[in-house]
């Protein structure tokens, strides 16, 4: 009687590349396979053992518990693959990070421990910049990988899509517009209103929204960064109009959002230089963020 096989590599690729895309057809173009080919990978895994891995939210594939927990356990199996090339470097490998305080408090150093508990033949440093240290830093080489949240000049370096996520309106959970399912622009007339600065393009898209509705609100501060938007929300000034991303994974205590429909969008990427080969570390870095960043209500994968 031939010996039945219970784990499959090619199943376990697939999985993994459906994991960092969120819908088939992209998992196709990472895997080189065709759309169908990947669905049937996926159903043949999800009968072996016995748990549906993923369910369909939107028009897009949101992975299960059962799938985040099978994916955590795949960890070392890709990093033993990994090593048949051949041993680690005697030296530790470095990866210098910048990004912006809203990604880099929290998520980023969170990303970095967990990581790092796990690859000790890496060493990792992070500094934060404003996006357009960012662009500049990873330029002109005195960094290896950025995380921004606008789309500034990118010459001399490469924007890859990591998140997208819809505009919402903060406020305290006891603030009379968290009555609403969703704030709309006329909502915010006369209302106390913690605004970006006009450095940033957001402003000038809110401000124009607002005018064409003939919608007034009362500006109680600027700021240039979605915490620090959150923040004096929390202290009570008034609501603002964010990007959640990565804001909506946090304990924000009584902060609340609410859907903004507008146009008004994010886009977060992951900035690269354009003129040198990705360094190791970093494709191990960028494949842990996306493979362990939890999904949310206000932004999906790209």
């Known amino acids: 009687m031939p010996r039945k096989t219970w784990h499959s590599l090619p199943e376990y690729q697939t999985f993994r590349a459906m994991m960092e895309s969120s819908t088939t ?4 173009r990472r895997l080189g396979l065709s759309q169908s080919a990947v669905s049937r990978s996926l159903s043949s895994l999800e009968a072996r053992i016995g748990n549906a891995l993923f369910e369909r939210d939107a028009g897009r594939l949101k992975p299960t518990s059962a799938a985040t927990m099978l994916n955590a356990r795949l960890d070392g199996l890709f990093e033993a693959l990994e090593q048949i ?23 980023l150093t969170g990303h970095i421990g967990s990581f790092l508990k796990t690859r000790s ?12 240290d960012v662009i500049l830093g990873v330029r002109a080489g005195r960094f290896d990988l950025g995380v921004i949240g606008v789309e500034p000049t990118r010459a001399g370096t490469k924007l890859i899509p990591f998140r997208r996520s819809v505009a919402v309106c903060a406020m305290l959970s006891d603030h009379p517009l968290a009555k609403l399912k969703e704030v709309s622009p006329g909502d915010l007339h006369l209302a106390n209103l913690i605004a970006q600065s006009y450095r940033h393009a957001r402003r000038s898209q809110l401000e124009k929204l607002l005018q064409e509705q003939s919608v007034k609100p009362n500006i109680v501060a600027e700021v240039t960064s979605s915490v620090a938007a959150a923040e004096l929300v929390q202290a009570g000034l008034g609501v603002a109009i964010i990007n959640p991303f990565p804001l909506a994974l946090q304990d924000l205590g009584e902060l609340v959002f609410r859907p903004f429909p507008s146009a008004l969008s994010y886009q977060t990427y992951f900035v690269t230089p354009d003129d040198r080969p990705l360094s190791r570390v970093a494709r191990h870095f960028m494949q842990h963020v996306r493979l362990h960043t939890p999904s949310d ?3 999906s994968v790209v």
């Open 297 to 299: 209500t206000f932004s």
């Open 121 to 132: 033949d890496y060493f990792l440093s992070l500094e934060f910049g404003p996006s357009e």
């Open 25 to 28: 057809a992209a998992a196709a």
């Open 85 to 107: 090339d051949g041993p680690p470097d005697s030296e530790r490998e470095n990866l210098r990070i910048i990004a912006p305080p809203t990604f880099a408090n929290k998520f």
